[in-house]
Every structure is written in C-alpha cells, then in structure tokens.
C-alpha cells in the first residue's frame, strides 16, 4: 500500500516521467446494463510499447460523475472492491481489466448507454492525457 502511494506522489511531482506515451489499448469495452443503472464497468487490455514506464493516475469521462480503478478480490469467501490509485505498465507490460478483476468503475452516468454506443475516456498519466475510445457491449468482444 505504502508503494502504491509514494509511486502516485512521484507521478504527480515527476509529471512526464509517467507519459502516456506508448499506451495503447485493445478491446477497450464497457458493459451494456439496464437504462437506469447507476454503475457501468469497463474493461480491456493496456499495453505500454513505449520504452518508459507508464503510470495511469487517473480517468476521467465527460459523462460520468466520477471514473475509478477498482479492484474484484475474494476475501474470506466473500468478494470486495479494493480501490487503486494508480496502474503502471513496465515498457513492453500489459494489463488487463477483465470481470472479476481489474476494472473501471463509471459512476452515475448522465445519460443511458445502449449497445454499440461509443465513450471516449481520458487517461492520465502524470500532466499528459489520452483518449481512449470504448465500445459499450454486452459481453467480450
């Protein structure tokens, strides 16, 4: 935990140390639910081919109140969110948000999301943003 909080403070004061440079994502997708929910998750595969590290320090969706990385573990039997504050990728790293395990957490959104909508979320990484594009769907692609 301790780690954690001292490699966010270091992205915060290093800024581009922690580009978004060489980011890419695949199979970015957020799942479909009924109109009315209040969270949505979001998932897919992030890969760092630049030659830094990368540090995702936050998300943020302009059709969301708020967009978190959470996390899905079993403890004692039962499943809890445990929340992140940040995601590093190791030059030539990968990592996935999938059910059950990383994700994004979208909350309240302003409008309904219907199947093949799309959803534009900005990544940070230290003073630098990128736009990633998710697709909402109903399961994996």
């Not at 909350?107 to 534009?120: G, I, N, R, W």
């Amino acid at each position: 935990m301790r780690h954690r909080h001292v490699t966010w403070l270091l992205g915060l004061l290093c800024g581009s140390a922690f580009a978004c440079d060489g980011l890419v994502v695949d199979a970015a997708w957020i799942r479909a639910t009924p109109p009315g929910a209040k969270m949505l998750a979001g998932y897919g595969t992030f890969r760092n081919d630049g030659d830094a590290p990368i540090a995702i320090t936050g998300v943020e969706g302009a059709g969301f109140g708020h967009v978190m990385l959470h996390e899905t573990v079993i403890r004692n039997g039962q499943a809890r969110m445990i929340a992140h504050d940040i995601l590093e990728i190791a030059p030539g790293g990968a990592a996935t948000l999938a059910p059950g395990g990383l994700h994004l957490m979208l909350m309240h959104p302003a409008t309904p999301l219907a199947e093949h909508d799309t959803v534009v979320l900005e990544f940070r990484c230290g003073d630098r943003r990128a736009p990633v594009t998710f697709v909402v769907r109903r399961g994996p692609p």
